[in-house]
Each structure stands twice: as C-alpha cells, then as structure tokens.
C-alpha cells in the first residue's frame, strides 16, 4: 500500500519534547460506577475530565429487555457503539439493525439513532462521545428524571446535548415515530 508523502494531522496540541507520564490505567475488575435495578450496569472508563474533552469512553451492560434510548440526535458530539457481547437492536436513523458482537454503528453529529435490548439475555457495548462531554451527570439522573417527565426531562436532556424526537412532536404525535417504539 502506497501512502501520500505529506499527511495532515491536527496541530501539535503537546509542545514538549521529552513527553510526559501521564497516562490513566483502569484495570478490569474496577467495580460500575451506577448500576440499576433492572439489572444494568455503566463503567466510566474515559470522561470528559480524564481526556481533557478529547473524548467519552463508557462501557453499558444492559440487562434483558432494557429499554436504552429512544430516537434522539447530539448537535455537539458524535456517538459511536461497539458491542462486545449479546444482541442490541440499533437505529441507525432510517431503520434498526440488529447488533452483535464486534459490530460497530458510528452515529455524526445530527445524527438520529436510538438502541434497546429485546432479548432475554444481557448484552454490554462500549460507547464514544466526540469530543468528550461532561456525559456522567446524565448516565446517572436519566432515570430519575425520566420519572419526573415533562419539562423538566426536556431540560435536562437539552442541557446534556440530547435532543429526543418525542420531545418535539406535537402532543397528539407522540410515540408514532418508528424508533419511539
């Protein structure tokens, strides 16, 4: 394989010229950092703190039948889903697809996507936001304000770059759009 002699890469952000120990190691046994309920787990691996904003690294472990996320969109970041065990049922924006392990669904900015388990059987992925956003506050409050509703939901997923359709439709057009199931 030839490769073009000049490559474009980022501008140096790094201006030493010796390198720095600063590398962050997160070893396997690390317990999750929420777990619920319904048998699901999420492990912070990267965050936006750790990585300088660069980027999220998350690893889910949703339990059977959990409900993940319906259709939504990020105006900041893109979403990338890698599994790594089990079944997950991905909207790719036009239709579901069903993810298994080693499969991958990179998601740009703007772009609708949504993922629920509907197997009996628990599954885990890895999730990347890019760049990094402060995502934590999110994974661990969804569900209490997924209770609340409302407003308040809205809010609160606007304030964490997640624009969900069902908040955008009319009053009488909710839960008809086909990743609203």
């Given at each position: ?45 990267a ?13 889910l ?7 993940g ?38 998601v ?22 890019s ?8 994974f661990?409050?969804?569900?209490e304000?997924s ?13 964490h ?13 909710r839960g ?6």
């Amino acid at each position: 394989m030839s490769y073009p002699e000049f490559l474009e890469y980022p501008e140096p952000r790094y201006h030493g010229d010796k390198g720095e120990v600063n590398a962050a190691f997160r070893p396997a046994d690390t317990p999750p950092d929420i777990s619920s309920p319904s048998g699901s787990f999420t492990h912070y691996l990267a965050t936006n703190e750790s990585t300088g904003g660069e980027f999220g690294l998350y690893k889910l472990e949703l339990g059977a039948r959990a409900a993940g996320a319906k259709a939504h969109f990020h105006k900041a970041m893109s979403e990338s889903f890698y599994i790594l065990s089990g079944e997950l049922e991905l909207y790719n924006g036009e239709r579901w697809v069903t993810g298994r392990e080693g499969d991958f669904l990179y998601v740009p900015v703007g772009g609708l996507h949504a993922f629920k388990n509907v197997t009996d059987e628990p599954m885990s992925m890895l999730l990347l936001f890019s760049p990094g956003a402060p995502r934590e506050e999110y994974f661990e409050r969804v569900a209490e304000m997924s209770q609340r509703g409302g407003e308040e939901l809205k809010r609160f997923r606007i304030r964490h770059d997640s624009y969900f359709v069902e908040d955008f439709e009319p009053e009488g057009e909710r839960g008809n759009t086909e990743a609203g199931e």
